[in-house]
């Protein structure tokens, strides 16, 4: 299917963003938001394009939701950015048929991070969170306790050992939340093309984990 490739013009900067619309446009319909990790920073959507989330988006004949994927400068990290992010959501939520309280949060590695950081600080703002591959920042996590949340990482990640996501997953079900963590056992840290084309996953996205207040 044809990605979109913008750009937006914020107070401090213009960044490049990845846009794709549902096989009904007319239709309103959830926003998946992606968040790359560091080797995808710069200024060249080709980079994003070449695996992972974007590279599956790429091949579908039709999504059955929005898909935004926003890139940020060399030497930043996600949670600089936030005002952005939040903003573009915002403003192509009042552009298309984006239903505003079914927008879903999801991050490899770097932006796996930083989902989970954002997510924290605005819970009320996403229906779901997917992580991948990424450590899990010091943050509060009673604040996702509401947030159904699914996490993912390879057992053999000699980048970013799979124990700090266990452990956010095993806090999360403590607390009472609707968590999930799935190992795959012989993945190492670039496990998104397994993990953003399996048909579960897809599924789980579509459907929406939860209604927040638009």
Sequence with gaps: MTIEHYSHT?????LPYLFARP???STRAP???????????GNDLGKLLTWGFPKFVATQTALPYYWLAL?????TTWPDWQAE??????????QHAIRPEQ?????????SAGAWQIASEHPERFAGL?????????????????????????????????????????TLLA???NAQFTLIPEGDHFIADEVYGNAQLQQWLAQTPRQVAA
Excluded: C, M
Excluded at 71 to 75: F, K
Excluded at 85 to 94: E, F, H, T
Excluded at 141 to 170: E, N, Y
């Design 130 to 170: 997917v992580v991948v591959s990424g450590r899990v920042p010091q943050i509060d996590l009673s604040r996702l306790v509401d947030t159904p949340v699914r996490v993912f990482h390879g057992g053999q990640d000699d980048k970013v050992p799979p124990d700090q996501s266990a452990s956010a997953v095993d």
């Design 31 to 41: 926003l998946v938001v992606f968040l790359h990790g560091a080797k995808d920073r």
């Design 71 to 75: 890139q940020i400068p060399e030497e």
């Design 175 to 177: 607390l009472g939340g």
């Design 10 to 14: 914020f107070s401090r900067a213009t």
């Design 23 to 25: 096989a009904s446009p």
């Design 85 to 94: 992010l939040l903003g573009l959501i915002d403003q192509l939520a009042l």
């Design 103 to 111: 927008v879903v949060l999801s991050g490899f590695s770097l932006g």
